[in-house]
């Protein structure tokens, strides 16, 4: 697609112009740059772009996340799980609390569901899978693959702390909601089925 197609999609969909989409390439090329420097390159007065970028804003056209970049930080496993289930709002309920799941995604398609995880340890993702999707009855099928590479930065946000909580056998047992879930899902935890 030309700029120029690019553009008037944009101007049809979005309703946004082309001082708009000026300041969206000077925002994506350089998230830090100031309002100035942005009215330096277009022409226009500062307020002018400070009223532009808020109204964006607003629209929700531009936004901006504070993340980890997964490029830089290969010791960082990022892993996609595909998901068929039948209660996908469940899996996503659950998904919004559990401090392993970044971010999970609705789709069409037989694996209805794609999650992205992420640890150092593979094997405390194993262990969330366990406790959180492969007891599931309502999750037919499950497959887990490890992120090799990305042609462009990656950023998701991550809860750093959790590393250092984590019960090596049940990473995420600490976390109230994820302690919940195994009950939620009907299935007995070995200490109940006095096997332990
Ligand atoms: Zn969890």
Not at 53 to 69: D, P, W
Not at 85 to 90: G, H, M, S
Not at 123 to 143: C, E, G, S, T
Not at 152 to 172: G, Y
């Amino acid at each position: 697609m030309s700029a120029h197609v690019f553009l008037k999609v944009m101007k049809k969909n979005f309703n946004i112009d082309s001082t708009d989409k000026a300041i969206i390439d000077q925002l994506q090329h350089d998230p830090s740059i100031t309002h100035s420097k942005i009215a330096e390159i277009l022409g226009l007065s500062q307020p002018a772009i400070g009223a532009r970028i808020k109204k964006l804003a607003e629209r929700g056209l531009i936004a901006t996340q504070i993340g980890v970049n997964f490029q830089q930080i290969p010791e960082l496993n990022l892993i996609r799980v595909n998901l068929k289930t039948t209660r996908p709002e469940d899996i996503m309920e659950l998904c919004e609390y559990c401090p392993f799941v970044i971010n999970a995604i609705k789709s069409t398609g037989d694996y209805n569901m794609t999650l992205f995880m992420a640890s150092r340890n593979l094997k405390h993702l194993d262990a969330v899978m366990d406790r959180h999707f492969r007891n599931k009855p309502y999750v037919f099928r499950i497959q887990m693959d490890l992120v090799t590479s990305m042609a462009s930065p990656i950023i998701f946000p991550l809860n750093l702390t959790v590393e250092s909580l984590v019960n090596t056998d049940d990473p995420c047992k600490g976390n109230p909601v994820c302690a919940a879930d195994r009950k939620r899902a009907g299935v007995r935890s070995p200490e109940e089925l006095n096997l332990m």
